[in-house]
């Protein structure tokens, strides 16, 4: 069975503060993606991440890929109110096509 | 449309009730997928349709679900004889091709509440 697991599961940090938010796999798979989803809202598509090493920026949000880790981070740089949100990530195994979500990273930014 | 359409936005049924919602995926894209999200068991797959292959099952909780998609656009998710327990948010999404990588995009999902 596919595991996913993020951590943190809840992140409260300061405005201008940096974060890393970890996406850890079970098995094999080259597709990873991340979500944003804010309350009551339906989910936002962030990154797609195709490869190891595959690095992807958007805004202060940046991703990135460790398929010999089974790892994906998603940095936060100088973080500002408006990225609080919940984030997930989830993986797609090689054989497969379904998205297996992480339990995802509920993020506060606060002044 | 511009993105994945689902309806009913919010539907309140009773225990027993059988009850269909409705997703509309983007113009052109071959593949479909259902999710539900609840507090207790996060974002769950629940089936996935690639043209007009077979759809994968794989994630249906009980054979009260069932789900058809027609022409290859829009789908219908039923569940029959509903439960509390299903209460949760029903989410579609839709992409390009599966398999391929290509982004999935979600509509803003039918909220069910099962009283």
């Known amino acids: 069975e596919l595991k996913v697991e993020q951590n943190p599961l809840f992140l409260s940090m300061q405005e201008g503060k940096n974060y890393t938010i970890y996406c850890n796999y079970s098995?094999?798979?080259?597709?990873l993606y991340w979500y944003r989803q804010d309350p009551g809202k339906s989910l936002e598509s962030l990154f797609v991440l195709l490869s190891n090493g595959a690095v992807k920026q958007e805004g202060r949000l940046m991703a990135s890929l460790d398929t010999k880790a089974r790892l994906s981070t998603l940095h936060i740089t100088a973080a500002v109110h408006d990225l609080s949100a919940t984030y997930f990530c989830?993986?797609?195994?090689?054989?497969?096509?379904?998205?297996?979500f992480g339990k995802g990273t509920s993020l506060l930014v606060t002044p | 449309g511009a993105g994945v359409s689902q309806s009913p936005s919010n539907k309140v049924t009773e225990k027993g009730k059988d009850v269909e919602l409705r997703c509309d995926p983007i113009s052109g894209h071959t593949a479909l997928y259902w999710y539900r999200q609840s507090l207790g068991q996060g974002l769950e797959f629940l089936i996935y349709f690639q043209g007009n292959s077979a759809p994968d099952k794989s994630g249906l909780p009980s054979d009260r679900f069932s789900a058809e998609r027609t022409g290859g656009s829009v789908s219908t998710l039923t569940i029959q004889r509903t439960q509390q327990e299903d209460s949760a948010v029903y989410l579609c999404?839709?992409?390009?091709?599966?398999?391929?990588?290509?982004?999935?995009?979600f509509g803003e999902g039918s909220w069910l509440t099962v009283v």
């Open positions: 989830a993986v797609v195994t090689n054989s497969g096509y379904a998205l297996n």
């Open positions: 999404a839709s992409s390009l091709v599966a398999s391929t990588g290509n982004t999935i995009y």
């Open positions: 098995t094999t798979s080259d597709r």
